[in-house]
T-cell receptor, first 119, second 112 residues
Framework: DAGVIQSPRHEVTEMGQEVTLRCKPISGHNSLFWYRQTMMRGLELLIYFNNNVPIDDSGMPEDRFSAKMPNASFSTLKIQPSEPRDSAVYFC?????????????????FGAGSRLTVL | DAKTTQPTSMDCAEGRAANLPCNHSTISGNEYVYWYRQIHSQGPQYIIHGLKNNETNEMASLIITEDRKSSTLILPHATLRDTAVYYC?????????????FGQGTILTVHP
């Protein structure tokens, strides 16, 4: 299993440009999570999907951020327009979750992250 | 959500056991305790989880107190590669679809 695959691993862009981060979850997993990590705020959950449907996007900072999951094997996180304060490492994670969720455990597998620098 | 409290940092000698404490005094009856770690420049990695009983796997052991208000992660023979930030997380119950909220964690430094 290749694990959760994220691209690009590093992205440097200028303020105002559009940024698209990509994620391929583990095959068979039906839940997908986007996290952002900064020194100041630590790991923050931005949005998560279950069976390709967004369940909770309350962590998305503002309208400049959008996430999609067109199918079970692909998700994107888009920032348009980007700002210097968006500089962070963005992690994608996936898991298998029965629906509706039971009280049992749910283990997330994280990708290696995409380091974004907005100048 | 039940909150967790962890020491900011800890040191451990290589080859010795590392015992990382976590306080979660407001945990609910159906909430699990999870431990993840994050090695520098990598994504978080799952270690272990438990509900009431002590748990052990190839990576670590998890000791949960009887009242479930605290737990300890034990790395039995720490190596330099175990240097990382360790996160203790309590999973929200209900329709959370596995949502995990990370705190600041404990920075564990294993030294020779």
């Amino acid at each position: 299993d290749a694990g959760v695959i994220q691209s690009p691993r590093h992205e440097v862009t200028e303020m105002g440009q559009e940024v698209t981060l990509r994620c391929k979850p583990i095959s068979g997993h039906n839940s997908l999570f986007w996290y952002r990590q900064t020194m100041m705020r630590g790991l923050e959950l931005l949005i998560y999907f279950n069976n390709n449907v967004p369940i909770d996007d309350s962590g998305m900072p503002e309208d400049r951020f959008s996430a999609k999951m067109p199918n079970a094997s692909f998700s994107t996180l888009k920032i348009q327009p980007s700002e210097p304060r968006d500089s962070a490492v963005y992690f994608c994670a996936s898991s298998y979750q029965v629906s509706p969720p039971l009280s049992g455990a749910n283990v997330l597998t994280f990708g290696a992250g995409s380091r974004l620098t907005v100048l | 959500d039940a909150k967790t409290t962890q020491p900011t940092s800890m040191d451990c000698a290589e080859g010795r056991a590392a015992n990382l404490p976590c306080n979660h005094s407001t945990i609910s009856g159906n909430e699990y305790v999870y431990w993840y770690r994050q090695i520098h420049s990598q994504g978080p990695q799952y270690i272990i989880h438990g509900l009431k009983n002590n748990e052990t796997n190839e990576m670590a052991s998890l000791i949960i107190t009887e009242d479930r208000k605290s737990s300890t992660l034990i790395l039995p023979h720490a190596t330099l590669r175990d240097t990382a930030v360790y996160y203790c997380i309590v999973r929200p119950g209900g329709t959370s679809y596995g949502k995990l909220t990370f705190g600041q964690g404990t920075i564990l430094t294993v030294h020779p």
